[in-house]
């Protein structure tokens, strides 16, 4: 499994952003497809989850504020940042597995990064 993300940039905090994550190649095996971020000096962490059936789970402070989605006929799962805040810089990365859980050792398939950074 292969997944490509798009979509990080510079936004100013309240802003908004949308972010991309394609899978592709043995996509049968995948049941969650998700996103983690990590910042500088600290551990990767999950902030939205997305199941094969749409059960989602996000992290606490991105609640209210963060949408995960996913169209599962073109293998993609998104991620709408709205009301962003500078704390919201890092890079995002997408994730994909078959098992559900928090813990990132529970994700094969990792996306190669992409960096989002919030202005104040």
């Known amino acids: 499994v292969q997944l490509q993300a798009y979509g990080g940039g510079l936004v100013q905090a309240g802003g908004s952003l949308r972010l991309s994550c394609a899978a592709s190649g043995n996509i049968d095996v995948i049941n969650v497809m998700g996103w983690y971020r990590q910042a500088p000096g600290r551990e990767r962490e999950m902030v939205a989850l997305?199941?094969?059936?749409?059960?989602?789970n996000y992290e606490d402070s991105v609640k209210g504020r963060f949408t995960v989605s996913r169209d599962s006929a073109k293998n993609t799962v998104f991620l709408q940042m709205n009301s962003v805040q500078p704390e919201d810089t890092a890079v995002y990365y997408c994730?994909?597995?078959?098992?559900?859980?928090?813990?990132?050792?529970?994700?094969?398939?990792w996306g190669q990064g992409t960096q989002v950074t919030v202005s104040s």
């Open positions: 997305h199941t094969r059936t749409g059960s989602t």
């Open positions: 994730a994909a597995g078959e098992r559900y859980g928090n813990r990132r050792e529970m994700y094969d398939y």
